[in-house]
């Protein structure tokens, strides 16, 4: 694809991610359509695209909301005549044990995180059919692969944005010029990393190498000019993918491990109290696209990697047992 004059809707396009896609697009000269919840980070975002030389419309929505899905297809088509692609990556997180975190903040991470995705694939694939071609990525995650600890909710949301995109594939093998993509990054240094919900009552803090929101976008305008089906990023989870379908349990228990360790290490909220993030409401603040994330005190993506190796030489060193 050509993406210079192509319409590119980005949802969840206000920090992180999507915000840095929506500048790396921008730089390759494509009309930009930006939707999010938070109108004055979005506009603040359309501006720096319009500032890369870019066409840029900034649209609050919501990705629950499947009236507003419908209404940002309008929009994109209305302004610049149609769509090219499309790129459902709205997403949150709650931290905790499972049962310490109330049952409405699980809901609403599945929300958001699949359901949110469902709707904008919905409104999208029943255009993209009407006009013959485009393309369609969603954010997945490493965490698509394995099954991280005190992350139920962002799990299964993303299980099933895995499944979701899958099958989405297959329904449009009908129609050739649709295509659908997921990309798969592992712990990235966003906004969100901070706006997360923690239920733990410890300050955690990412720690370990963290991939850039810019390698991702670069990875994004990839996708877009040549589409594959799954695209992940980084060599974490590459391994993690491999580690749990070797040895889940052994993979699973040393992740558990680390984690168990690094919330019992972290330092205590001084408040006591749980930190519902940006679940239900915007962030006053306006990060951008880093989150200036520090090294210590928390998860690491270091666990995947340890988990990953563990997994590999267990599965041969039972091949090589094998008679």
């Not at 690094?262 to 603040?285: I, W, Y």
């Amino acid at each position: 694809m050509q993406l210079d004059g192509a319409t590119v809707v980005i949802v969840g396009a206000s920090s992180g991610i999507g915000r840095a896609t929506a500048h790396a697009f921008a730089r390759d000269g494509a009309n930009l359509v930006l939707a999010a919840r938070g109108t004055e980070k979005l506009d603040r975002a359309a501006a720096e695209c319009r500032a890369l030389g870019a066409e840029a419309v900034a649209v609050t929505a919501d990705a629950t909301d499947d009236a507003d899905m419908r209404r940002l297809v309008d929009t994109a088509v209305d302004h610049f005549g149609g769509i090219d692609v499309w790129i459902n990556n709205a997403g949150i997180g709650a931290v905790g044990w499972f049962e310490q975190v109330p049952l409405a903040a699980h809901r609403r991470v599945i929300e958001v995180d699949l359901i949110g995705a469902l709707n904008g694939s919905h409104a999208v694939l029943r255009y993209f059919v009407q006009q013959g071609h485009g393309v369609l990525i969603n954010t997945c995650s490493s965490g698509s692969w394995f099954a991280p600890p005190m992350a139920a909710a962002y799990t299964a949301a993303k299980y099933g944005l895995r499944g979701l995109t899958e099958a989405l594939r297959q329904d449009m093998r009908r129609h050739p010029g649709i295509a659908v993509a997921a990309i798969y990054p592992s712990f990235v240094d966003t906004p969100g990393l901070r706006h997360f919900a923690n239920y733990t009552g410890r300050r955690l803090r990412p720690g370990g190498p963290l991939q850039t929101p810019e390698r991702v976008a670069r990875a994004m305008v990839r996708l877009a000019r040549h589409p594959r089906g799954r695209l992940p990023i980084g060599l974490s989870s590459s391994l993690a993918r491999l580690a749990f379908a070797l040895a889940p349990d052994l993979s699973g228990g040393l992740m558990e491990a680390g984690f168990r360790r690094a919330v019992e290490r972290a330092e205590a909220e001084p408040s006591g109290k749980p930190e519902t993030g940006n679940l239900f409401d915007v962030p006053d603040d306006d990060l951008g696209v880093h989150g200036g994330a520090q090294r210590g005190g928390g998860t690491t993506p270091w666990l995947v990697a340890a988990g990953a190796i563990g997994g590999m030489a267990l599965a041969a060193a039972a091949t090589a047992r094998r008679p």
